[in-house]
């Protein structure tokens, strides 16, 4: 099992990044999270996918758009109109199972069973 996150890269401020998650070996009977972690802060939650089920951070609403393809075994996260604020470190997390986090769990990370590597986000002004 693998989960190898991608896309990161430096970008202006109001420009777009799509980020990509490929969770190998796994069927698929997942959910899925976003976080990320800039620098001197703590690891924080960006959105998360269970179905038909969407959440994001209050900071990302609007902005980002999180989706999945089952078919190719991938989540990705479309950011839009990015800020230096955006800039951390963007990590996919996969928990294993159909049953769909709800708003008030979906952030907590020991939920998570298995961490992708982290995929460099950086957002000048």
């Known amino acids: 099992f693998q989960l190898q996150a991608s896309g990161g890269g430096s970008v202006q401020a109001g420009e777009s990044l799509r980020l990509s998650c490929t969770a190998s070996?796994?069927?698929?009977?997942?959910?899925m999270g976003w976080f990320r972690q800039a620098p001197g802060k703590e690891r924080e939650g960006v959105s998360y996918?269970?179905?038909?089920?969407?959440f994001y951070a209050e900071s990302v609403k609007g902005r980002f758009t999180i989706s999945r393809d089952n078919a190719k075994n991938m989540v990705y996260l479309q950011m839009n109109s990015v800020k230096p604020d955006d800039t951390a470190v963007y990590y996919c997390?996969?928990?294993?199972?159909?049953?769909?986090?709800?708003?008030?769990?979906?952030?907590?990370?020991?939920?998570?069973?298995?961490w992708g590597q982290g995929t460099q986000v950086t957002v000048s002004s």
């Open positions: 997390a996969l928990r294993r199972g159909s049953n769909r986090m709800i708003s008030s769990s979906w952030r907590d990370q020991e939920r998570y069973d298995y």
């Open positions: 070996g796994f069927t698929s009977d997942y959910t």
């Open positions: 996918i269970g179905g038909s089920t969407k």
